[in-house]
């Protein structure tokens, strides 16, 4: 396998990070191919001990969750796609997600549980619409999300979990001017979310 050179691997990087900037819709057909190889880069480092090192968070990994499952337990019950974002920490293509445009209209309530082990992370009045291409909540369920400092490329930005698994989330942002009540954009991957409408858990 050949190795990306050091200024690609930047590049990857500042594609793949759910930037604070607010891209405009009209680009995702520009963009979306760029964050899709990204991605495919991220995934396929983590056989790579020196890229590994690069994409991966070490406070994570030292986590410990009340749902633990080896990898090939998690693979049994994630798609493809589900066990790259959720335990290899990927990224899906801004614009792609189904949970993007998702804004429920129904009577109840709406919760958006985790795919991966079904717990309740966000209701559905936590979502906004902030343009980045991926799902956008300004606060989360108490005591659902886990936050902590994500180091790759010696930038902290700070990555959110799942507290119940352990699933990779997305990234938190703060102080990017949206009007909502907490000043911060909970940027989350589509894949790592199952909706109910009505409020209880969804369905692995």
């Known amino acids: 396998m050949r190795l990306p050179s050091f200024p690609n691997i930047i590049r990857t990087f500042y594609t793949v990070t759910n930037a604070t900037t607010r ?3 009209s680009h995702a057909n520009t963009l979306a191919p760029l964050y899709s ?20 968070t070490a406070a994570n990994r030292n986590m410990t969750h009340p ?3 080896s990898d090939s337990e998690w693979q049994a019950v994630l798609n493809p796609e589900q066990f790259r974002v959720l335990r290899e920490k ?8 189904k949970y993007d445009q998702h804004y429920p209209s129904g009577s109840g309530p709406g919760i ?12 559905a009045n936590h979502k906004f619409k902030s343009g980045c291409g991926w799902p956008a909540f300004f606060d989360a369920i108490p005591g659902a999300v886990t936050r902590h400092t994500d180091t790759t490329f010696g930038m902290a930005r700070t990555e959110i979990v799942c507290t119940n698994c352990g699933g990779h989330l997305g990234h938190v942002f703060k102080g990017e001017g949206y009007a909502n009540p907490t000043d911060e954009r909970h940027c989350v991957n589509s894949v790592s979310l199952n909706f109910a409408e009505d409020g209880e858990k969804g369905k692995m």
């Open 23 to 25: 891209f405009v819709p």
């Open 37 to 56: 190889k990204a991605a495919s880069i991220r995934g396929s480092s983590m056989g790579i001990p020196i890229l590994s090192s690069l994409f991966s």
């Open 67 to 69: 749902v633990q499952k």
């Open 90 to 97: 990927g990224t899906e293509s801004p614009y792609t997600g």
């Open 112 to 123: 958006y549980n985790c795919a991966g082990c079904s717990a309740p992370l966000y209701k």
